[in-house]
């Protein structure tokens, strides 16, 4: 069964960094392109970020650019979002996504999501 | 970027009633559309790939259809736990973009 777990969010001051990870287990990750997707309270759904197989291809959204880095380390089957200069619109639920194929660009398996608050 | 545009933004509906959601995208993308099914507190749920492929396990009353710039998701004989937001999201071209939403209720 796939897997994907969250962690690292937290309650942060505007200006400040996370480190966002999502462990994944139940398939091969390192077979994978893998997304992060955010959506702020009673908000619809944002893409955020993704990662290609080997890491040799990467995409930012422009409200992230310069400020957030995608990564991965496919021996430890995790995914990292590392946030930094983090502003109040950087508020929501960050959820990390698999698609269903691996060179896909598609979210067909989600986590449960990691909750980031910016506020002073 | 592609600009994706979804109508209604919300709805209401009867138990047993056909429910059909628009999706229109800015320029064309082929038949690189998903759709998503979200319930509150919950993570979305995959309902379709390429515009008309329903995921293993998703209910047969979720149909998709359409190419290039116009698509729609039917549910059929709307049951329950239908009840939700639905998106749509094109995958044809970075930046990935999703719909604003759809939330269908229930009466």
């Known amino acids: 069964e796939v897997q994907l777990v969250e962690s690292g969010g937290g309650l942060v001051k505007p200006g400040g960094s996370l480190r966002l990870s999502c462990a994944a287990s139940g398939f091969t990750f390192s077979r994978y392109n893998m997304n992060w997707v955010r959506q702020a309270p009673g908000k619809g759904l944002e893409w955020v970020s993704s990662i290609s197989i080997n890491s040799n291809y990467i995409y930012y959204a422009d409200s992230v650019k310069g400020r957030f880095t995608i990564s991965r380390d496919n021996a430890k089957n995790s995914l990292f979002l590392q946030m930094n200069s983090l502003r109040a619109e950087d508020t929501a639920m960050y959820y990390c996504a698999r698609p269903r194929e691996g060179t896909g660009t598609t979210s067909d398996y989600w986590g449960q999501g990691t909750l980031v608050t910016v506020s002073s | 970027d592609i600009q994706m545009t979804q109508s209604p933004s919300s709805l209401s509906a009867s138990v047993g009633d056909r429910v059909t959601i628009t999706c229109r995208a800015s320029?064309?993308?082929?038949?690189?559309l998903a759709w998503y099914q979200q319930k509150p507190e919950e993570a979305p749920k995959s309902l379709i790939y390429?515009?008309?492929s329903l995921q293993s396990g998703v209910s047969s009353r979720f149909s998709g259809s359409g190419a290039g710039t116009d698509f729609t998701l039917t549910i059929s004989n709307l049951q329950p736990e239908d009840s939700g937001t639905y998106y749509c999201q094109q995958y044809k071209s970075y930046p990935l973009t999703f719909g604003g939403g759809t939330k269908v209720e229930i009466k």
């Open positions: 320029q064309g993308i082929s038949s690189w």
């Open positions: 390429a515009a008309s």
